[in-house]
């Protein structure tokens, strides 16, 4: 089994920031690219920011500027650093990984149970 935690969502004010985390745990042998994702309400899930196992990352454009996806490949673990943010990045922000398991010879997409993020106006 894969698990996948995120922390760090919460209540702020537009223009303010959040740190989200996420922890890949379980029987990982390794893992590819990660990313965050979110999803609004009444809206379709959206890719936010990925990162890959060496570290080149890739921005939606709603977010490039402002957004900041990072990785510590020792601790399986994913942030995203969210500076000035706006009452439309209000979403529901989910952690993706793509995953080898032991004894597996293929790459699996895991998510976890995401975190919200609510910003005033």
């Known amino acids: 089994q894969v698990q996948l935690v995120e922390s760090g969502g919460g209540l702020v004010q537009a223009g303010g920031s959040l740190r989200l985390s996420c922890v890949a745990s379980?029987?990982?042998?390794?893992?590819?690219?990660m990313g965050w994702y979110r999803q609004a309400p009444g809206k379709q899930r959206e890719l936010v920011a990925t990162?890959?196992?060496?570290?080149?990352?890739d921005y939606a454009a709603s977010v490039k500027g402002r957004f900041t996806i990072s990785r510590d490949n020792a601790k399986n673990t994913i942030y995203l650093q969210m500076n000035s943010l706006k009452p439309e990045d209000t979403a529901v922000y989910f952690c993706?990984?793509?995953?080898?398991?032991?004894?597996?010879?293929?790459?699996?997409?895991?998510w976890g149970q995401g975190t919200q993020v609510t910003v005033s106006s």
């Open positions: 993706a990984a793509n995953v080898k398991r032991y004894y597996s010879v293929s790459y699996y997409w895991n």
């Open positions: 379980g029987s990982i042998s390794s893992i590819n690219d």
């Open positions: 990162v890959t196992s060496v570290g080149s990352t």
